[in-house]
């Protein structure tokens, strides 16, 4: 698993090259989350083929939830909004905020300054609740209470400075009317094997 983490960190500095400032487009960060709007789906697969006990079976694919996380109203400049996603369960702990008219990678609104990202630091899970910055242009989550990692969340998150490796995990967000979505994850939460 942690092969293909790298790989996705190599993919999104390849993106931030291409685009200066890190801004992947709506369709490059869908495509590269893979994140599914439906909840679930059923599909055709074939168990044990070649075989005396071949047959065809529906599976039921499950993908990520659609969750309200609040209207877009209820957005201030610089003041996270705390949610639970994908689920309740174990770092399920994430944060979205509007970074002031600042636009960011895999950002919505007119602005593209709303984002979202796990609250559990990449590194040992240290928890970054309280420690969203403004500093001039830049919007920091960090510094981590344990060996202060701290994340770039106008560059889907990426590692400013710390022990950490690993990007934070972005909440994919869409906007449906008046409403702010997370139908999607990018990085694998923290103490986890699978997001799901
Ligand atoms: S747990 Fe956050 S830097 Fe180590």
Redesign the pocket.
């Known amino acids: 698993m942690s092969r293909i983490i790298t790989e996705q960190d190599r993919k999104r500095k390849e993106t931030a090259k291409e685009h200066g400032k890190c801004m992947m487009t709506r369709r490059q960060f869908m495509m590269y989350s893979g994140a599914a709007a439906i909840s679930a789906s059923t599909v055709s697969i074939s168990l044990y083929p070649g075989t005396a006990d071949a047959k065809n079976m529906k599976a039921r694919v499950v993908g990520y939830p659609r969750k309200k996380i609040a209207a877009l109203g209820d957005f201030k400049d610089n003041e996270p909004i705390d949610f639970n996603y994908p689920d309740d369960g174990p770092n399920s702990s994430c944060m979205a905020v509007k970074l002031g008219g600042v636009r960011a990678g895999g950002g919505v609104g007119e602005q593209r300054d709303i984002v979202s990202f796990s609250y559990l ?1 990449t ?4 928890p970054l609740q309280g420690s969203y910055k403004v500093v001039g242009d830049q919007r920091i989550l960090g510094q ?1 209470p ?4 701290t994340y770039d969340m106008r560059r889907h998150g990426i590692i400013v400075s ?3 490796y690993e990007s934070l995990p972005q909440v994919l967000l869409e906007i449906d009317g008046d409403d702010v979505y997370a139908v999607g994850l990018m990085g694998l939460l923290f103490g986890r094997d699978s997001n799901l």
Do not use: I, P, R, T
């Open positions: 630091c590194h040992q899970g240290g981590c344990l060996h202060l990692s710390g022990q950490a």
